[in-house]
């Protein structure tokens, strides 16, 4: 399964014909639908819709087929019904002009200070008797789908995007995990000559009423719990451990996004204890870098369904 990013865009149009008394098309097209869809980030789906009159009662069905298909993102689905030039300019029948003649004559009769019809208000009076309202439901289903397709490839190709994004830190943060693994033996090897040292030394300048067995015991357990304060094996361990489960999800695909913040926020707490535990600059500079990645991935994680 892909992963999904939850931003995308995606439109279409419709463009309807309109047929004159006899059955016949004409070439010229009467109204033309659109549709727009477009989606960003955020918690949970949350869907808005601005539509004409004409295509309120729509707005149920329209909600269904996007939940059905998105389960994240704030979506935006616009859609408009625009009339051609030729119906707008459209010459009245000598049949409307006389009934509209004869219709304000007897509104005249009986309120006679009542306006005369303009030129424009015939005009659109013609068209709308020519152009009756369209059903568009069949049609703006099969141009949902048709939305919700291209919008679905657009948020794929972009989950890709993301994906191998994240891929690739996570190489870069098993990289740092392998270069910090060894300096811990090695600081605490350094750490324990230098209190064998110290020993060896205090040994030298005792007046002889001090044990050396004690003082050597006393530096051994110095070292031991030096080596307790700074290891993070069990940090690595768990490190190693939530970047296995990106891959896994990342390879699985679907709604992970979620979860995935979860292990960022889970790796980002395993960077910060090894930078308070360390004890070394160079396992301080791998903690930094460790935390730059980390704050890369989150970014994009957001972007995640």
């Known amino acids: 399964m892909s992963v999904y990013s939850m931003t995308g865009y995606a439109s279409a149009q419709h463009s309807a014909t309109k047929e004159t008394p006899d059955g016949e098309t004409k070439g010229s097209p009467a109204s033309r639908l659109g549709i727009e869809v477009r989606s960003v980030n955020s918690r949970f789906l949350d869907l808005t819709f601005r539509l004409p009159e004409e295509l309120r009662a729509c707005e149920p069905a329209l909600r269904e087929k996007l939940g059905a298909k998105l389960k994240r993102g704030k979506v935006e689905?616009?859609?408009?019904?625009?009339?051609?030039?030729?119906?707008?300019?459209?010459?009245?029948?000598?049949?409307?002009?006389?009934?509209?003649?004869?219709i304000q004559d007897n509104v005249k009769a009986w309120l006679p200070q009542a306006e005369p019809l303009s030129v424009a208000e015939v005009i659109r009076l013609a068209v709308?008797?020519?152009?009756?309202?369209?059903d568009w439901q069949q049609t703006l289903d099969a141009l949902m789908d048709q939305v919700l397709e291209a919008l679905m490839s657009a948020r794929a190709r972009e989950g890709a995007k993301l994906a191998s994004?994240?891929?690739?830190?996570?190489?870069?943060?098993?990289?740092?995990?392998?270069q910090a693994a060894p300096l811990i033996p090695q600081l605490v090897a350094q750490q324990r000559q230098r209190f064998l040292d110290r020993w060896a030394e205090a040994m030298g300048l005792a007046d002889g009423n001090t044990s050396a067995d004690m003082a050597r015991d006393r530096a051994l357990t110095e070292a031991t719990?030096?080596?307790?304060?700074?290891?993070?094996?069990?940090?690595?361990?768990?490190?190693?451990?939530?970047l296995d489960e990106i891959e896994r999800l990342i390879k699985k695909g679907g709604e992970i996004g979620k979860r995935l913040d979860f292990l960022i926020q889970e790796l980002h707490r395993e960077a910060n204890t090894m930078g308070s535990k360390s004890a070394a600059l160079e396992l301080t500079h791998i903690s930094v870098d460790m935390k730059v990645l980390i704050e890369q991935m989150r970014e994009q994680v957001q972007n995640i369904e």
């Not at 051609?84 to 003649?101: H, K, M, W």
């Not at 709308?128 to 369209?134: G, H, W």
């Open 77 to 102: 689905c616009r859609a408009s019904i625009e009339g051609s030039s030729a119906a707008v300019v459209a010459e009245p029948s000598t049949r409307l002009l006389q009934r509209l003649n004869a």
């Open 128 to 134: 709308n008797q020519e152009s009756p309202e369209q």
């Open 165 to 178: 994004m994240l891929n690739d830190r996570v190489a870069q943060l098993r990289g740092l995990a392998a």
């Open 225 to 242: 719990s030096f080596a307790i304060r700074i290891d993070v094996a069990e940090e690595l361990t768990r490190l190693g451990a939530h």
